[in-house]
T-cell receptor, first 112, second 116 residues
Framework: AQSVTQPDIHITVSEGASLELRCNYSYGATPYLFWYVQSPGQGLQLLLKYFSGDTLVQGIKGFEAEFKRSQSSFNLRKPSVHWSDAAEYFC??????????FGTGTQLKVEL | GAVVSQHPSRVICKSGTSVKIECRSL??????MFWYRQFPKQSLMLMAT?????????EQGVEKDKFLINHASLTLSTLTVTSAHPEDSSFYICSQSARRDTDTQYFGPGTRLTVL
């Protein structure tokens, strides 16, 4: 069955520190991959997406993600976290159809 | 980026009443519209998908007579929760994919429904 796994439910980092949020997928073929961010009580904002090509994808707000086929991973990174980055982050994948499968989310807390 | 709006952002209603939630794409024409439900501290669960000119396709376990979806136009979709009960209280989020980028979904800000 198709699935997306985010192993970390909560992550706490200090402001200015680097960040990596993990995402693994299980699909028959390489799916389209997405990272979304959700602030409290808000909808989801698209950070970045990977369809094909360069495996290092740049997104908004200084985020990037790297697709690694051998590890079935699409981890999200940011070199220096800002307090405003505190939010819930969702990894999602889309297979042959148009349905998105979401991970369970990672709650990011930023300590000042 | 594509902008999707939802109205209302928050609604409180009595048990047994119906509530309509609107989802609009503001700067693009949407080919496909999606409705999700999100429980507190959980991920999004797809409820239904509607394509232009077609009836909505509901996910398994979602009652189509309770959650009425109308894909009124290329920019408007509505979700009506009929005879709402407290267990229907949730955060409802719509998303749309655009003609120019059918592979990406753009999400609305969500509607918090509380049924008393």
């Amino acid at each position: 069955a198709q699935s997306v796994t985010q192993p970390d439910i909560h992550i706490t980092v200090s402001e200015g520190a680097s960040l990596e949020l993990r995402c693994n997928y299980s699909y028959g073929a390489t799916p389209y991959l997405f990272w979304y961010v959700q602030s409290p009580g808000q909808g989801l904002q698209l950070l970045l997406k990977y369809f094909s090509g360069d495996t290092l994808v740049q997104g908004i707000k200084g985020f990037e993600a790297e697709f690694k086929r051998s590890q079935s991973s699409f981890n999200l990174r940011k070199p220096s976290v800002h307090w405003s980055d505190a939010a819930e982050y969702f990894c999602a994948a889309r297979g042959g159809g148009n349905k998105l499968t979401f991970g369970t989310g990672t709650q990011l807390k930023v300590e000042l | 980026g594509a902008v999707v709006s939802q109205h209302p952002s928050r609604v409180i209603c009595k048990s047994g009443t119906s509530v309509k939630i609107e989802c609009r794409s503001l700067d693009f024409q949407a080919t496909t519209m999606f409705w999700y439900r999100q429980f507190p501290k959980q991920s999004l669960m797809l409820m239904a998908t509607s394509n232009e000119g077609s009836k909505a396709t509901y996910e398994q376990g979602v009652e189509k007579d309770k959650f009425l979806i109308n894909h009124a136009s290329l920019t408007l979709s509505t979700l009506t929760v009929t005879s709402a009960h407290p267990e229907d209280s949730s955060f409802y989020i719509c998303s749309q994919s655009a003609r120019r980028d059918t592979d990406t979904q753009y999400f609305g800000p969500g509607t918090r429904l509380t049924v008393l």
